[in-house]
């Protein structure tokens, strides 16, 4: 697979020889390189330079080496630097853990905005993740799903970046809504061959009408993607049979002017429904998409729609607000240039809201419908629906925002929280001596502008209270985790937690958590991972046995692996296992109750069971608990009369009881669970347990 990747890599890319060498250093066998390779494709397609691949490169190497990728940093130019550092302030959205989520995603969108391409490669491995997943779904992978569908997908679509919007919206309409997705898949009409044959017979039809144009033109056809008509159902109440545009051919032309001769001539051979002839030419799609549609009753007697575009406009539909470095197309600014200053406009606040604010926000920002209010002037805004004159205010000034006291409303006096309407002429009414912007406010405002504006506020005047309150909230929410975390540690975590916010100082995330625009859960779930990942190092290095797994257990049907035995949980022949893929170091088996587990990266865990009648001995711990001071002979002469090898044997006292632990080799589980009723019928003893 590596030799495949690079040959890709190769066939889409001109490296000078010293990207060469650096390309075959970092293209390594941990990445995960299928999904490597359809980044890859992505790229291409979108017509990505080196800089692109070469600091996406790296960082595929820094998530599998860690530290190991620092070596190579100035091997990179510096674009090549600068987008690899991009690429490190995100992380992967389908890990995401539930304690960080918002905040994880408010941070990933702060990052995409810097650069567009990063959106791109994102979304590509948004997409490649997304179609790997299967049903039956775990909760995790569900919520992953979830929020593909409820923030990329519509995201997706605001840029104009349709094929991605198709992708996922397919994807997770078939995970989320199963049975849905079958029955449309299942019904008649969506028959693709019967479909198929009927567009053949239209596409013979338009080829004659662009050669008597003498247009050099190119006509596509597909069948409507399922969520596309699942949704149109649900909206408009509909049968399927009412669906018009289930089947649509599109005719790409070179001029607007041919664009419309080709509609006429389709009308004088097809008649059109009325209705559902719409000129997005003359009147664009907010995302700024452009193109005529017609539906015409088609030979069969039933609807088909067709879309009529110049190659341009199509390349905008396809790739959106990346179409204009993609076919390096000339000029200064466009409405997809637009759209994506609106998007960073809204994210350069992110950083003064919480993360569930920010994601709420953001929907209504970004996905919501809009109104247009203008000021006595005659200047005009673009707000989310149900704003107030709060987020009037604030969308001119800051200032004019903090000293807002009222505001006047197409000539007549209301009160700030007001909402406005499509189409008002607002003017603000402010006092210079008003002491600034109540926290109630931030219960009224719609934009993220304006939330993030009084945030600031609060934040720049209450600075120190901010520290010492969110230090408190900081610290009674670890004691609350029940860490066994050293003072060492701690401080060592939160500059690592710090930096990766794109603060300096631990106190800068105290001010933060004290101010409200930084979740203490956040912080701690960060923190928890982190001394989790920590832990998991140690799980996997403490073994007790390495050997060739020949007679012994099965991983995933294969007794031919390296294996371990994990020395946390020491699993013996009758145990539920499962095994864990080392880094370069064969299998390790847990049992599969084993509480190490929750430590390491679950990707990793892969199905094992035992091979029977394998012969293979195993060590087990019984932990043997005495309220008698005198016990410890008879229970030595139990642990020896057992027909079983005693491998170890030590008692200790702890507070009013003795504790034993006896270690022995055994055949299987049965062994231990007859050991252990032994134990548990002898006078004194309170508990018998196998340790872990």
Partial sequence: MREKVIDNIKSHFKLSPHENKLMNSLVVEDINLDRLNHVIDIMAEYRMQNEVLMGYLLFQFYKVRGKEAEDYIDELSPSQQKLYETFKLLRNVNTISKSGEAEDIKRMFVAICQDMRVVIIKFATIDYDLSRITLPMEEETRKFVKMVADIFSPLAESLGLSKFKSSFEENTFKLLEPVAYNELKNNALMKTDDNMRQMQIVEKKLIKILNELGIEGEIQKRQKHFYSVYKKLQKKNITLGKVYDLLAMRVLVPS??????????????????????????????????????????????????????????????????AAHWIYKERRKSNKFDAKFARFKEILEHADELP???????????LY????????????????????????????????????????????????????????????????????????????????????????????????????????????????????????????KYLNEIASSFMMETPEMLYAEIGGGTLQASSVIGRLTNLYYKEKAKEVTEKVIEVKKNKDGVLIDGDS??????????????????????????????????????????????????????????????????SNDDKAGDYINNVARNLKLSLKGFSSKKV????????????NDKSEIDSAIRTFESVKGVEKVYRSE
Wanted: glycine residues 6%; charged residues 25%; positive net charge.
């Fill in 368 to 491: 919501g419908e809009s109104i247009f209010v203008q000021t006595p002037k005659g200047k005009v805004l673009e707000l989310p629906v149900h704003s107030t004159v709060i987020d009037f205010a604030y969308a001119i000034h800051s200032e004019i925002g903090n000293k807002c006291v009222g505001g006047k409303i197409n000539g007549k006096l209301f009160p700030i929280t007001t909402e406005l309407n499509n189409g008002d002429t607002v003017e603000i009414i402010t006092n210079q001596n008003s002491k600034g912007p109540s926290r109630d406010w931030l219960k009224h405002v719609k934009t993220s502008s304006a939330r993030s504006k009084i945030r600031s506020f609060f934040k720049s005047e209450f600075k120190e209270e901010n520290t010492r309150i969110g230090k408190n909230i900081f610290e009674q929410a670890l004691k609350a985790k029940n860490l066994n975390i050293t003072k060492a540690e701690k401080e």
């Fill in 655 to 666: 507070k009013n009881d003795l504790v034993f632990d006896i270690i022995l080799e055994v």
């Fill in 560 to 625: 031919g692996l390296l294996i371990r035995f994990a020395g946390c949980c020491s699993p013996v022949m009758g145990d539920d296992i499962i095994g864990y893929i080392s880094r370069g170091r064969g299998v390790t088996i847990h049992r599969k109750e084993c509480p190490n587990l929750k430590y390491l990266e679950s990707e990793r865990l892969i199905s094992a069971k035992w091979e029977q009648n394998s012969g293979s001995k195993f060590l087990a711990i019984i932990k043997v608990i």
């Fill in 355 to 365: 993360p569930e604010e920010f994601l709420a926000t953001l929907k209504s920002d």
């Fill in 256 to 321: 607007v002017e041919d664009c419309y001769s080709v509609l006429g001539k389709i009308h004088a051979i097809y008649k059109p429904i009325p209705e559902r002839v719409k000129d997005y030419i003359a009147n664009p799609k907010p995302n700024g998409y452009q193109s005529l549609h017609t539906t015409i009753i088609a030979d069969n007697n039933r609807p088909l729609e067709i879309q009529i575009r110049t190659f341009e406009m199509h390349r905008h539909a396809e790739y959106g607000i």
